[in-house]
């Protein structure tokens, strides 16, 4: 094992050495050995070989400079370049060696960083090869044997040992994992993984050797997505106006303008050529690609991967978003709502029968069912005579009665609890599983695709960063794509799009603004590769939208979209601040040497300080300005994720309350009684106990954080309602009368008081989930 350590850093370490060389590195080191040389020969006494040595450092950058100024030329702009041929021209022609080496050494260092900028997401992304798993570990009834990683089958028993990279997608098998998975989310805190928890390949095993059931092929699984991505990374994308261009239109004319009248009145060469030293825009040159590196740098470590620094700084400009719904601004996995269960049945049997039915179907529905039912800790059965009809659903032998999850059979009469079922779905844009016990439908469970819980405050946090302008773009029904951009405050909603549909919305946005598109489907490949900036959902979405785009986010978190674009604007913010700030004092000298106050050779040197100044605000870019997602301690985190797995394991008490409430509008027979009775005792037992511990754990502990206690005061009154109104339904309990009779008027209430708790808990728990969970996603 150590000697493959120690041949694995070798190989880097050779790798690192032997790099093959650019052309901008070659122009830094010719003209650095010139300039340093020519330093020591005048130190030695030897003038005139100084001289050479600077001649020839300026003579090397005159050939590529002028390469570049005919390229841009040649794209139709004059970039920065061409008041530096000037310069440099100009000391070789008045004979200022030093200047003109001065000026070869500083176009260098801009052409490298620049170049730097362009391949940083690149080596980003190429260093994910390095970490690639090429084999793995599967548990056979004979033992465990190693195989190639392109060999693991969906359903395989694989073995990941401590430190080891998990080499597919799959779910923990057996004991609990802790993993590392900072590769793919850019959070350096292990995470624990239960059983029958998903993990990613490509994280890596930080604790005790886990069995893990893969549910995807080597290739098919979330690491080769990202290796795929990093092998096209190099791949061109359109050419953009760099920033130091755009300022250089305004200043290059100036600069030639002074330099003229410099040389017109005074009569002196050496005047004008002192003028156009120090209008050298090297701080054009060295601002913009500083400041692009420490983006890039920042980005990556956040699970960003952009592929060049024109598109960092394309997003920083952006002023108009737009967003696909599925997989972008909801979670992409459908999650059961709720159960709803025939007279006589509790909504918990109806989803662990529903679920025993699917745990063996790859549906995207089935999956979200087997989830919902592990998560509130049911024991699911194993069914006889199984069966599944592609788009009708599973059936199978279950307690002596032969069950079904699915369509009903449109054949079926449906009873009156079974149509307010269906009135649902379409008022909450829901899909419905229906269980069937002997073909008569006995529950139903309604699965709807989510909002993610940090999509609201990704997209304040985009508004302030800039974007005037938000989407949706969507191929879904109007009426749930309305409901969403409701929800999140969307300046516009369309729906229904073709992806041809999306291609023009882009088209016509981008005439107003410059535009983003964030997608992670297929169908939104087109649509991102139309955008100034596309943006890939990668860590599940499909490659061809990662290929189409020119930002991807490789872990599944739509906040990192918040933070590339607080990066992206702080970046050009800061290469802005630099390049105006170093202009200003270029003109400064630049009135001095026309005026003979500031000999060429002195002005390179004072514009040497400018540059240093220009580099060291710059790199203020790799800072964290803390103007993202407040920074939480690892204590509270650790209360958030608690919290948050509680809100999973309430569903069932949300549930019953809705339940309850249903029954009582049936009528106030026993049955329905029984059930507010069940109701009262999960309220007492379950939901009071996490709102008091909330209220006194949880919401201290996230008031430094928030800036003080009144940051949390009306979720604070939001608890109060939910005891009075549990108090309420206590109380008429109580006044029931011997019978378990209730009068009219008390039925009335007591049905508010279940129907009002029911939507003050789906709101509470989603405003909880909304600011404060998303804290520690």
């Not at 785009?549 to 978190?557: E, G, K, P, Q, S």
């Not at 039925?747 to 600011?771: I, N, P």
Request: hydrophobic share 45%.
């Amino acid at each position: 094992m150590h000697h493959v350590t120690a041949r694995k850093q070798l190989r880097r370490l050779f790798t690192a050495l032997f790099v093959p060389p650019t052309p901008e590195s070659v122009l830094l080191c010719l003209t650095t050995a010139a300039l340093v040389a020519g330093g020591a020969f005048r130190l030695a006494g030897a003038s005139g070989l100084a001289d050479l040595s600077w001649a020839l450092g300026t003579a090397a950058a005159v050939v590529p400079a002028i390469g570049w100024v005919l390229e841009t030329l040649r794209h139709g702009r004059a970039g920065v370049d061409v008041i530096a041929v000037l310069a440099l021209g100009g000391t070789l022609a008045v004979g200022e060696y030093l200047a003109g080496a001065l000026i070869a050494l500083m176009l260098a260092s801009g052409r490298t960083l620049e170049a730097a900028a362009q391949r940083r997401a690149s080596r980003d992304l190429r260093s994910l090869l390095e970490r690639a798993p090429r084999t793995a570990r599967i548990r056979t009834g004979s033992g465990v044997r190693v195989v190639p990683s392109a060999e693991v089958a969906v359903g395989d028993l694989l073995v990941v040992g401590p430190g080891e990279v998990v080499p597919a997608d799959g779910r923990v098998a057996a004991a609990a994992a802790v993993l590392d998975e900072s590769a793919l989310t850019g959070e350096p805190l292990d995470v624990k993984r239960a059983r029958g928890e998903a993990v990613r390949s490509g994280v890596v095993n930080a604790g005790g050797a886990f069995e893990l059931r893969a549910t995807a092929t080597e290739r098919d699984s979330t690491y080769a997505g990202i290796v795929r991505l990093a092998r096209q990374a190099g791949a061109e994308s359109a050419p953009v106006v760099r920033l130091a261009d755009r300022y250089a239109a305004r200043f290059l004319p100036l600069s030639l303008a002074v330099a003229g009248i410099a040389w017109l009145v005074s009569g002196s060469a050496v005047r004008a050529v002192a003028v156009l030293v120090v209008a050298t825009p090297c701080p054009l040159l060295l601002a913009a690609p500083v400041a692009i590196v420490c983006g890039l740098s920042r980005a990556s470590r956040l699970g960003v991967v952009v592929r060049d620094g024109g598109a960092l700084e394309n997003l920083g400009r952006a002023r108009t978003l737009l967003l696909d719904k599925t997989g972008t601004l909801t979670g992409g996995r459908p999650r059961v709502l709720d159960v709803v269960a025939a007279p006589g049945r509790q909504p918990a049997q109806v989803l662990r029968l529903a679920a025993s039915l699917d745990q063996y179907s790859p549906h995207v529905l089935a999956r979200a069912l087997v989830d919902a039912a592990r998560e509130r800790g049911l024991s699911l059965s194993a069914p006889s005579d199984m069966s599944e009809e592609p788009g009708r659903g599973a059936s199978g032998t279950l307690t002596g009665h032969r069950m079904t999850i699915g369509r009903r059979a449109e054949s079926v009469s449906l009873p009156g609890w079974a149509r307010s079922v269906e009135n649902r779905a379409l008022l909450d844009g829901a899909a419905v599983a229906w269980l069937s016990e002997d073909g008569a439908p006995v529950g139903a469970v309604l699965l709807r695709d989510p909002l993610r819980p940090d999509a609201p405050r990704t997209l304040r946090r985009l508004r302030a960063s800039g974007i005037a302008r938000l989407v949706m773009i969507t191929g879904d029904r109007a009426a749930p794509a309305r409901e969403v951009g409701a929800v999140l405050g969307l300046d516009d909603v369309r729906s229904g799009l073709t992806p041809a549909d999306k291609v023009a919305v882009v088209r016509a946005e981008r005439e107003r603004a410059v535009t983003v598109m964030v997608g992670d489907g297929v169908n939104d490949a087109p649509a991102l590769a139309a955008a100034d900036i596309g943006v890939a959902m990668g860590a599940r979405g499909s490659t061809a939208s990662s290929e189409a785009a020119d930002i991807v986010l490789t872990t599944d978190r739509v906040d990192r979209l918040a933070d590339a674009g607080a990066i992206a604007v702080r970046a050009r913010r800061i290469a802005v601040q630099s390049a105006l700030g170093g202009m200003l004092l270029s003109l400064v000298a630049m009135v001095a040497a026309a005026f003979g106050l500031l000999p060429p050779a002195a002005g390179a040197l004072l514009q040497e300080g400018i540059d240093v100044a220009v580099i060291l605000n710059a790199l203020r870019v790799l800072r964290d300005d803390r103007q993202g997602r407040p920074p939480v301690p690892p204590s509270t985190e650790a209360l958030i994720r608690r919290f948050a797995t509680e809100h999973d394991d309430l569903q069932d008490v949300l549930d019953a309350v809705r339940d309850a409430a249903d029954r009582l509008s049936d009528g106030a027979g026993p049955d329905a009684l029984t059930a507010v009775d069940e109701v009262h005792r999960l309220l007492t037992e379950r939901l009071l106990p996490h709102e008091y511990a909330e209220e006194h754990q949880l919401y201290p502990a996230l008031a430094p954080t928030l800036g003080g206690s009144e940051a949390t005061a009306t979720m604070s009154r939001a608890h109060t309602e939910i005891e009075r109104l549990a108090r309420r339904i206590e109380t008429h309990l109580t006044l029931a009368g011997p019978d378990g009779a209730l009068p009219p008027e008390q039925l009335d209430d007591l049905r508010a008081c279940l129907y009002g708790l029911h939507t003050v808990l789906r709101l509470h728990f989603a405003q909880e989930e909304e600011s404060y969970f998303s804290l520690a996603p």
